[in-house]
């Protein structure tokens, strides 16, 4: 079956650690994208990526990074510069020059203590 | 910017009763819409889309028209079920620097009582 997949699902750590969430599509898809969700507060873009080794900053970028080694991979990672870390972190994909619809994963819940 | 607004949650229904969820944007030019739905601890899907103007997007009972005249998409079902419970999304895409997106309302979070 075709989708996203992102792991861990959820995720603990101390203040001060780097992350790394992983996020997976076998969708063929060119463009990648990672939004962060706090509650009542919709969907906030951190990056995305149109094509293998390229990306750009969304709106929330500062304290995260991301790589595009491979067209199927797009890792994100949550430095110890972002503030407030704690939050639902989710990955999507889809087609260039398309409609605009975007797939996504089931989510990574990361907690930090 | 671009933008979309929601009317704001929590709605809470009865099982069988109408629903209308309230969605206006601000956009240059013709986006695409969409409404996704977001289960508890679960990723967004895709529920309905529309890509121009009067166009009627429909899925399990769920219905929005694209009205560009009063720059809405209100997501309607005639019944709902406790099923429908879940969170949902309005959103538009938009194109920068060759680069498609979402923009996301706030959301807004349905509760059916049965």
């Known amino acids: 079956d075709g989708g996203i997949t992102q792991s861990p699902k959820y995720l603990f750590r101390k203040e001060g650690q780097n992350v790394t969430l992983s996020c997976e599509q076998n969708?063929?898809?060119?463009?990648m994208y990672w939004y962060r969700q706090d509650p009542g507060q919709g969907l906030r873009l951190i990056y995305y990526?149109?094509?293998?080794?390229?990306?750009q900053k969304g709106d929330i970028a500062e304290g995260y990074s991301v790589s595009r080694e491979k067209k199927e991979s797009f890792p994100l990672t949550v430095t110890s510069a972002q503030k407030n870390p704690t939050a639902f972190y989710l990955c999507?994909?889809?087609?260039?020059?398309?409609?605009?619809?975007?797939?996504f994963g089931e989510g990574s819940r990361l907690t930090v203590l | 910017g671009n933008s979309v607004t929601q009317m704001e949650g929590p709605v809470t229904l009865s099982e069988e009763a109408f629903l209308t969820i309230n969605c206006t944007y601000t956009?240059?030019?013709?986006?695409?819409l969409f409404w996704y739905v977001q289960y508890p601890g679960e990723g967004l899907q895709l529920l309905l889309k529309?890509?121009?103007?009067?166009d009627k997007g429909s899925n399990k009972g769920f219905e929005a028209t694209y009205r560009k005249e009063t720059t809405s998409f209100h997501l309607e079902k005639g019944s709902v079920q406790v099923s429908d419970s879940a969170v949902y999304f309005c959103?538009?895409?938009?194109?920068?620097?060759?680069?498609?997106?979402?923009?996301f309302g706030q959301g807004t979070r349905l509760t059916i009582n049965p």
């Open positions: 956009a240059t030019g013709y986006p695409s």
């Open positions: 959103a538009l895409s938009e194109t920068f620097q060759g680069a498609q997106k979402l923009v």
């Open positions: 999507a994909s889809t087609v260039v020059r398309g409609t605009g619809e975007l797939f």
């Open positions: 969708l063929n898809h060119d463009a």
């Open positions: 990526s149109q094509i293998v080794n390229d990306f």
């Open positions: 529309a890509t121009k103007a009067d």
